[in-house]
Every structure is written in structure tokens, then in C-alpha cells.
């Protein structure tokens, strides 16, 4: 999605201007940049994209400082409404059935409206990708937006992202093809997970050999980041394990795929099962050298098999609570059922229906319409 910008005019962008400024500045520079690649024999052209001082005295525009976003803690009365939705939403994900889905949007809706975070960004998933709800596109791009604005005043960093999401696909006002990019790198500065990780990459598409080792250092700075936010991110998390073993740092690279593994990301925790114990005396995990634990590995196992099975519970899906099944060494292994917490909620019984009174309350209270969860 994101790479339909990148060419020559992304390069310079990225290279030669600080997309951490607020939007309206950006926009100009990337203007500005955009001039410089049409004209590159202007006097700023050569400058820029000629003088290797000039252009290391920008390159300081990409510093990266890791911020990690800060969640707050879900209201309870809006949380019943949250997972009473989100269980029915599971069992109808494997098989859609027509209209399901329709039927417990009002209850994200007022929970989201009530600050419930997790219900916003469901929702906003819901809107921008579902095919099995009855709503227009224009429908979907104008609630969009409404609730993105809303997720602005509790977590910013993901309402950045959410917005270079959507202007990448052409929701809202019209925008400079690179505002989205602009927005991007504004989420990653607020300390967005996804964003670090993205705008890691599009570092390193940039095609310009003297700023490359500067990039890879920013590059891998926003990977790092991203992989150790309380909510990693499974693709940052994946690059740093990677990285690590290349480099022969196998210890550090069990705890990047410990918190891939964490984000729901199955390759991780098969990585992390092998390296704690394999039958095969040739695996290549052998020469990590950790030391064998066969519960520890059974445990990752059985996370990854369920991973495996239930990849339609995506976005949502992960295993927060890895810590307290498997945490890494010298951690002794807690007791455990066999089960991740996303699991116990999606196998046990449906929560309760929140009573009439509770979704008129809530409703009430934020200006909604208690039977479709729209402002009245």
C-alpha cells in the first residue's frame, strides 16, 4: 500500500526533509522536494541531491527517539458492550454469515463512543476492510473518519496512523499524495508500533548510497522500538530476530521472536520453540546454544498450533499474556492450562447481553442512537 509513492520523489522526501513537523509545514517541504526532483539542476536541486554536506546536515532531520504508546485502561461498563460484540463477531468470522456482523456494530459503536479504545480500533477495521457489512462505501469512509477523530483524543500515535491509512486510500478531503507518509512518520514519532515499523522500511527503499548505513541505524532504531512496545509489533519483532541471529546475537534474538510470538506472529513462536528444543540433531537452531528446555518449547508448540488454526481472528488475535505462560529464562515456568486468554475468551460462553438500561446509558450519554449506535 504504502509503496506507490516511493520512487525518486519518496527519496527525496525522506532524505532531504523532517516529516515529524506538523502537516500543513510538511506539505509545503514536500512540495519543495517534489520541485527539486522535476528541477535538479536548480541551485537547491544540485544542493540537495549533489553536495554529500548538505546532505548530511538533513540527513539529521530522520532522528529517531523511541517513544513507546501509552494505552489507558478500558472502561468497564463500555467493555461489556466491547466483548459481548467481539465474541459473537469470533464465531462468525470462520464462515460469514450474511447481517451477523451488522447486528453488534451498534455495541462497538457505543462502547468506542464511550472511550473504549479497543472498540474504536476494531471498528475502524471493521469500516475500512469487512466485505460482510451492509454499508456503502461512502458510509464506511464518512464513520471512518468520525471515529478516527474520536481515537485522536485518546491514542493519538494509532489516530495518526489510522489517518496516513486513509489517505492512502483516498478517504477524506483531498490530500498531496505524500501526506500520508507525512502522517506515517508523525504516528511513529507519538510512538505507533505499526508506524516505527513501517516507516523503518520505506527508509531503506530510499536508493541513495551515502545515506544508507544513517538510514539502516534509524531504520533498525524504529524496528527495535516497535518490537518492544507492550503491544509489539509481529513485523519489527520478525526483522529483529533476524537481524540477531545473522550476527550470531542468538540470545537476543529468542527474546525478539519471544515478543513476535507475543504479537500473534506464528513464525515466532515456532522460532522460539526450536531454539529451547528440536529432536533434530541437525536443526540449525542447535548451534544458539540455549539451553534445553523441553517445557518451555512444548509451550510455545501449543501457542503457535493455535495461532496456526485461528488466524481468522486477526487483527485481534495475539497472546498478550505470553509472559505469564512462558516467560523467558532464568523466569521459572508458571503452572499453566494449555490455553492464551484470547483462547479461553473465544472457546467459553458468550458474555451476557448487556441489559437495555446499560446501552441506552451509554448511548444517551455520548449523543448516539441506542439502536444503531449513530449520532441521533
Not at 491509512?165 to 512518520?185: C, E, M, N, Q, S
Request: charged share 25%.
Amino acid at each position: 500500500m504504502r509503496t506507490k509513492h516511493i520512487p525518486s520523489l519518496l527519496s527525496t522526501i525522506l532524505v532531504s526533509m523532517p516529516l515529524l513537523s506538523a502537516c500543513d509545514v510538511g506539505r509545503e517541504m514536500a512540495r519543495s522536494a517534489m520541485d527539486m526532483v522535476r528541477n535538479p539542476q536548480t541551485d537547491v536541486g544540485k544542493q540537495v541531491l549533489g553536495s554529500s554536506s548538505y546532505k548530511h546536515s538533513k540527513l539529521k532531520n530522520l532522528e529517531f527517539t523511541c517513544v513507546k504508546e501509552q494505552f489507558p485502561s478500558l472502561p468497564q461498563e463500555a467493555d461489556q458492550l466491547y466483548r459481548y460484540a467481539l465474541y459473537h463477531d469470533f464465531k462468525n468470522r470462520w464462515l460469514p454469515k450474511p447481517g451477523v456482523l451488522d447486528r453488534y456494530l451498534p455495541y462497538y459503536r457505543i462502547a468506542a463512543a464511550n472511550g473504549h479504545w479497543q472498540a474504536n480500533l476494531t471498528l475502524q477495521e471493521i469500516l475500512l476492510k469487512s466485505k460482510d457489512i451492509n454499508l456503502e462505501t461512502r458510509e464506511r469512509r464518512g464513520e471512518g473518519i468520525y471515529w478516527n477523530e474520536k481515537l485522536m483524543k485518546i491514542l493519538p500515535a494509532s489516530a495518526h496512523y489510522w489517518w496516513s491509512l486513509y489517505i492512502d486510500v483516498g478517504y477524506g478531503p483531498k490530500h498531496d499524495p505524500d501526506d500520508a507518509i507525512i502522517y506515517l512518520r508523525k504516528a511513529a514519532d507519538l510512538g505507533n508500533a505499526k508506524a516505527q515499523y513501517e516507516v523503518g522500511e520505506l527508509l531503506m527503499k530510499v536508493v541513495d548510497k551515502e545515506s544508507k548505513q544513517y538510514r539502516l541505524k534509524i531504520s533498525d532504531a524504529m524496528h527495535q522500538c516497535a518490537a518492544e512496545q507492550i503491544y509489539p509489533d509481529a513485523n519489527a519483532a520478525k526483522s529483529m530476530t533476524a537481524a540477531f541471529s545473522v550476527h550470531g546475537a542468538y540470545n537476543k534474538a529468542v527474546f525478539y521472536a519471544h515478543q513476535g510470538a507475543k504479537a500473534g506472529e506464528t513464525s515466532s513462536a515456532h522460532i522460539t520453540r526450536m531454539a529451547f528444543y528440536s529432536d533434530n540433531l541437525k536443526s540449525r537452531y542447535k548451534r544458539w546454544d540455549i539451553p534445553e528446555d523441553k517445557e518451555r518449547s512444548r509451550r510455545y508448540k501449543i501457542i503457535r498450533e493455535f495461532l496456526v488454526t485461528h488466524a481468522h481472528l486477526k487483527p485481534e488475535l495475539n497472546v498478550h499474556d505470553l509472559d505469564e505462560i512462558v516467560p523467558l529464562p532464568p523466569a521459572k515456568l508458571p503452572s499453566w492450562d494449555g490455553k492464551i486468554a484470547i483462547q479461553r475468551f473465544e472457546e467459553g460462553p458468550a458474555p451476557a447481553k448487556p441489559s437495555d438500561e446499560l446501552v441506552r446509558r451509554l448511548a444517551q450519554q455520548a449523543g448516539l442512537d441506542p439502536n444503531t449506535g449513530l449520532p441521533k
